[in-house]
């Protein structure tokens, strides 16, 4: 096969690729990795390149406008090399790919909770042991006399387990320390299992991890079991995004034949790095770390332990399991202590998983008597309605449109990305801030809210969600994706090129909010309530440090209930992993909510489609829901 | 370093050997495995060659006669290869190391037991499972619906464990079997493990392993476990023997860098070649087998699960685990089923270990009123004393002498074993069988304590153990090792060689037979009770299928009780880990046995010494103790 060198601009990286190969498999061979959302099926426009010359053969995309075709602008997963080629990775592409997801504070768990008196009690302990040595008249065995010692600090109980490994360094490990040593212990249902054994002192480090394994990111806290406090934390993007952005390309994806071992790889490759990168940090090492909980929804969990989720999928949407038991992370590849087990947060159902679990954990709402609705907005939407009485959950496919997806400029919520958007109500110019204080590159979901309302509220959109033809200003103009809105012009981007909300964007998002808002509601008339009984409103989700509640309710994303009665909580899942890893007493609240929590399938529920359709206008059909909204409009604007 | 050619005869066959080498390593290399139960110490003179020509360096030996070094006869293991050898493999090499260990009958638990009433309660399970399809208002998981119908037939309970294996392949298993499958099951304390699931009916067979590890010799049943009867059984030696015959020349060679890994892997190696030509004969496959129990002495246990056994070796005596948990066999590499689990019977000691727990619960003596004393006797010999009440235990260093060691024409219970001897009281003429009627090769430890027997009751022998000077026949006559007693002809031999009984032969069985009954006395005396008190006298052991029990009274190895009280087991250990597979209420009998059982250490004890002292007579100092065995030699001859 003929061998040819593909030159990426503007570094000249030097790139080999084969006659025949996929632009984009050849640029990740080599290091250079573009969005693809849609794991390089070519729906989601975003692994675009320009090419500069060369030989090439690429398929034609509706992502791509007819200028930009003319600027030799691709898509590097419809490209096959044919020769030696030079290409621009443009910055829109560069920026999304290689961008960090951005943490939140250390102290979540600290600040954010109403979750009532608990303690740390953490299900691993490192004690240090003294024993007396043998005699002749003393010959019990070496494990026996650790076990009693054990039983007299209060350990062990009926059973005592031990793996293979540990009685084999056993006898030294106690001859070594002269009889004194540090026992890393498991509690069990039925007893403790010793974990490890060293010689002499070892109690001073005892970190455990919490990770949320999300679709789109994977956030690790390192935690002192001692004190409950977070030493570092990191996140990175799931490397599965290569295989689909959303969990049904990556079920797909898995069910090639080494599809679902590959995916498994990926993750735990994320998760390697970001906990080598957080021991660094931190000073710590791996022999530090005694224990781990993730949370992720069910697919992800599935995909982590290496589990075929291809039934999650078909109706009647089955995974293999909700509640899965702890597992060594050696058998999963985790670079901790190969004793160390990941207790994986309980889900609820296929589509409601254990993020979600961690998520009603962190809210408190289990416990407590007024109505609570609970939503995580992220690749997918989860509802969750209810109190200490009961609990119902829902999801509904929202899309990944709050994380970028299906807008032609969207982005995730990374550096250069415009997060909030104002819109002069009388010169219709916009005014923006970027994470980061950069030239914007795109913009993410809370900038994407922002600018829908303001355009709502300034008469630029009506209720369909159509830019108004009649106002005639140069940043409106018609284009091959129909009518659009220019929120920066190419001389002050990052891209050189205009960043837009086109007339599709807005569908895509009325669409979004419409799922979330329908959703909410048929879970409330199942249970034969209504919005105005919301007696608390939490947001959970991948909006960033930020989300305009006004804003949001103007679109008709939230409900139109009084302001002080949302909260946005922020990533509620690597919450409630913290949580669920510091307290045996709030593991078994989550494994007690996800028991207890009922599933409505809303895929499959005409109450559900009625809802969606109504939602489908700014902020609803029916106006009557959005009392404030309507006043706010009649104040600002004529309505229509 | 050259290489040289070793012609071995009669076969002719050519084995390849660099300068320099262990001629018993060379030939070991080569598949031709000597006896050689030091570990190739030199100090045992069981690995004998001729070399009939060549080069080569041969350190002396005691074992060796002139006349035998003067006909080529060295000792492999101190022979070192300097050239092409010409060299014979003498029949008694041959016939010791390649013959078969004989077997018992198969019907052992049904026949011999005196275990009161108990029912085949295993602790695996396969269950036959229709389950209800999912459907989108019963979505629960998939392992929720199997846990679901297990709890329905009673399986199940508090908790549910399963390997990410057995979760991997579950939605596979269970749209393939049309929601019809088996599930292999294991009971456990707080609830029950799935081990396997496979589509379909897979209920016809479910078996399991009872396995021996002796010092000496492998035994294994496969079992049916819904009937609980023998399906097959086979054993060979166990392959550590080339490491050295005793626990303590094993502990000794586990200490070199590689030495307990491939002491590990010798005896998993005799294991599975057991397995395979098991279910080879009885036409199953290892998938149908779901459970083992082992059992086998404190070393051995430790070796097998790759265990340091050192501290066993030094005061005080501490071995790392008495008791050991459930381990997944394909932890070890027994070739198996992977989810099948090893059970090791628990061990009372360092030097009662798990093959006596077995014995014990196989004697039934820790349930019954009257007083028991049970002895192994094997390469060591264990004593155990007790009732429903209580139960004490010794172990006394007897060696491996009455399995042939330190006996110049010693062998085990192989065919061409001599094992039972009549001399006669007029002419001093033997007469005695062998083993499978073949030309005799040498002489077992039944045959042993026999001729022992026999020449002192004729007179031949006097009470030191000295064959007496003034009998002059032409089978009693001097010789390099003192005196000997010629049992067999040169001629009527397979080894063209007379076979002798020598007096350091008898002074080594004195040795052995005096330890045994001071163990057995000294236990009685600490617990204030004394020989008559003995209401059942029980013997196990690799003495094969026949022991002499009058004539092991008369050499005082057995105490001078009514014969009626004496009852032979043969392999109680095999018996005790078939019962102990079968019934979980055995196997938590044989757990408190093991926790119940004092252990008293005769090695420093003073009380034994003198005992042991005493004994080395024939039948003892004491000869009041021996009443019956005094009445019969003044019958039969003149004492001295």
Request: glycine share 8%; net charge negative.
């Amino acid at each position: 096969m003929k061998q040819f060198t593909i030159t990426v601009y503007p570094e000249k990286k030097k790139v080999a690729a084969s006659e025949g190969d996929v632009l984009l498999h050849a640029l990740k061979e080599a290091g250079i990795r573009l969005p693809s959302p849609c794991g390089g099926q070519g729906t989601c426009g975003k692994c675009r390149v320009i090419v500069k010359g060369g030989r090439c053969h690429a398929s034609a995309s509706s992502h791509l406008r007819k200028e930009e075709i003319a600027q030799g602008y691709c898509l590097a997963c419809l490209t096959l090399v044919e020769g030696d080629m030079e290409i621009e990775i443009p910055p829109e592409s560069r920026a999304a790919a290689g961008a960090k997801i951005l943490l939140e504070e250390k102290s979540v768990v600290q600040d954010k909770l109403v979750l009532g008196k608990w303690e740390i009690e953490t299900r691993t302990h490192r004690v240090h042991v003294q024993l007396h040595p043998p005699r002749l008249d003393d010959p019990r065995s070496d494990i026996e006399r650790l076990r009693a010692d054990l039983l007299t600090k209060g350990f062990s109980g009926d059973r005592l387990h031990c793996s293979l490994s540990v009685l084999r360094k056993l006898s030294k490990v106690l001859r070594d320390g002269d009889w004194q040593l540090t026992v890393t212990l498991m509690d069990l249902m039925d007893g403790v299992e010793i974990l490890d054994v060293q010689p002499g002192d070892q109690t001073q480090y005892h970190l455990g991890l919490a990770i949320d394994v999300g679709t789109t990111s994977v956030v690790i806290y390192l935690i002192d079991l001692l004190t409950g406090l977070v030493i570092e934390s990191a996140a990175d993007y799931n490397a599965q995004i290569e295989c689909g952005e959303d969990v049904i390309t990556r079920i797909i994806y898995a069910r090639t034949s080494t599809g679902l071992k590959k995916l498994q790889q990926l993750v735990i490759g994320t998760i390697n790095k970001l906990i080598k990168g957080i021991l660094h940090r931190a000073g710590m090492s791996a022999e530090h770390i005694d224990c781990a909980v993730a949370a992720g929804n069910t697919t992800m969990i599935h995909l982590l332990l290496g589990i075929d989720p291809r039934y999650i999928r078909q109706e009647p949407y089955i995974p293999t399991i909700s509640s899965v038991p702890p597992v060594k992370v050696a058998e999963l590849g985790f670079e901790v202590n190969n004793h160390a087990y990941l207790y994986c947060l309980p889900a609820v159902a296929s589509y409601v998983g254990g993020d979600i679990t961690a998520g009603i954990l962190t809210t408190g709402m289990h416990k407590e008597n007024f109505l609570t609705l609970f939503i995580d907005i992220g690749t997918n939407g989860e509802i969750v309605l209810g109190n200490s009485d009961w609990l119902v959950s829902a999801s509904c496919s929202a899309g990944p449109a709050f994380e970028g997806a299906g807008v032609l400029h969207g982005m995730r919520a990374a550096p250069g990305a415009i997060e909030s958007v104002v819109i002069d109500q009388n010169t219709l110019e916009p005014h923006f801030s970027v994470i980061c204080n950069l030239p914007p590159v795109g913009i993410c979901g809370s900038g994407i809210i922002d600018a829908m309302a303001e355009m709502f509220l300034t008469g630029l959109l009506d209720r369909k969600g159509k830019i108004r033809g009649d106002i005639k200003i140069p940043r409106i103009r018609e284009s091959e994706f129909g009518r659009e809105y220019i929120l920066a012009w190419a001389k002050d981007t990052d891209t050189k090129k205009d960043i837009v909300i086109t007339e599709i964007d807005i569908n895509n998002i009325l669409r979004a909010k419409g799922a979330v808002y329908a959703g909410c509601s048929t879970l409330l008339k199942e249970m034969g309530l209504s919005i105005k009984d919301i007696e608390k409103f939490l947001i959970a989700g991948g909006f960033g440090h930020y989300l305009n509640i006004r804003n949001a309710v103007v679109i008709g994303l939230l409900p139109d209930i009084p302001y002080d009665r949302f909260r946005y909580l922020g990533n509620s899942s690597i919450t409630g992993g913290h949580l669920a890893l510091l307290s045996q007493k709030l593991w078994r609240e989550a494994e007690h909510i996800a028991r207890s929590t009922t599933y409505f399938e809303l895929s499959t529920s005409t109450a559900f489609m009625n809802e969606y359709v109504a939602a489908l206008f700014l902020p609803h059909t029916n106006t009557s829901l959005f009392p404030n909204v309507e006043a706010t409009l009649r104040e600002t604007m004529v309505t229509d």
